[in-house]
């Protein structure tokens, strides 16, 4: 079995105004490589954080991530080879038109002129973009589709591990669907793994293989999309994530997201 990210026992605690708040407890993780990997908690819970550490963008406090065998501190330039990220804010040089946005991802990814003309149009067709649209600037275009353009961006550079931190969040319901069509469509096509965060339930189970829980920074249970719903069946009849969410930490998936808003 190949592996593409194992995490070991990863901790980390930031200082906010003068409270120590502890992010991450001690995350372990094992993603296979091909799986849609979903990483669903309430804000706050500590996805972002996980990202930015697996990206090499922050450092941990202890444990390690290796991705297809890389540590991402030790090894951070061989690992930024084969990762890309996208998170619930794409960012863009929005003045900028949609084509230039993209060759500029193509350029400093070492892809050639040609090859890149040939994967934007390509790109443009995959997010019902029509082409005279790409001379248009970025700003222009609804968040939605956006998002989709930044998702086609950053499989453009064939990563075999995704980072997708929240690509649906602050969309609307059928903004929503399109980008969550896109991604499935992307794996199908592209054959990468693909790690994505979310506190949406119903997310979580259309898109990915194998779900982990996570909750103030712990992993409270994980397991294939349908497993995690039988293994409470005995107790619930027809269970729902946000059951499953209930039964191992108490509280309710909403009461879990108002408490941070409070903590905040
Ligand atoms: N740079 C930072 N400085 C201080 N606190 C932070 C920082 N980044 C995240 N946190 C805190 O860590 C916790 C987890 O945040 P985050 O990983 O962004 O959660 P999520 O992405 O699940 O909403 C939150 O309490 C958040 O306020
Ligand atoms: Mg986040």
């Excluded at 930031?14 to 296979?32: C, D, E, M, P, T």
């Excluded at 990483?39 to 697996?54: E, Q, V, W």
Aim: glycine share 6%; aromatic share 6%.
């Amino acid at each position: 079995m190949n592996y593409a990210l194992i995490s070991e026992n990863i901790k980390k605690q930031f200082k906010k105004s003068k409270r120590i708040v502890h992010a991450l407890k001690g995350i372990n993780l094992q993603i296979r490589e091909g799986e849609i990997y979903g990483l669903l908690g309430p804000n706050g819970s500590g996805k972002s954080t996980f990202i930015r550490i697996a990206s090499t963008l922050l450092i941990p406090d202890t444990g390690s991530i290796k991705i297809f065998g890389y540590d991402v501190v030790k090894e951070a330039t061989k690992v930024q080879r084969l990762i890309n990220r996208v998170s619930a804010e794409a960012s863009f040089f929005k003045k900028l038109s949609a084509m230039e946005n993209l060759l500029f991802a193509a350029g400093i990814h070492g892809i050639s002129k040609k090859e890149a003309l040939e994967k934007i149009y390509d790109i443009s067709e995959k997010v019902g973009l029509d082409r005279k649209r790409l001379n248009d600037p970025l700003e222009d275009f609804s968040r939605g589709m956006q998002q989709k353009v930044a998702i086609a961006r950053a499989f453009m550079t064939e990563p075999r591990l995704m980072l997708l931190d929240e690509p649906t969040t602050g969309l609307d319901p059928r903004a929503k669907r399109e980008v969550q069509s896109l991604i499935l469509q992307m794996r199908e096509n592209m054959g990468a793994t693909i790690l994505l965060t979310t506190h949406d339930m119903e997310e979580a189970e259309r898109l990915c293989d194998y779900v982990a829980i996570i909750h103030r920074g712990r992993i409270i249970i994980k397991g294939r999309t349908s497993e995690l719903k039988t293994m409470i069946a005995h107790k619930v009849t027809n269970p729902t994530f946000e059951d499953v969410f209930m039964e191992f930490t108490g509280i309710s998936f909403d009461e879990a997201e108002y408490e941070e808003a409070e903590s905040a």
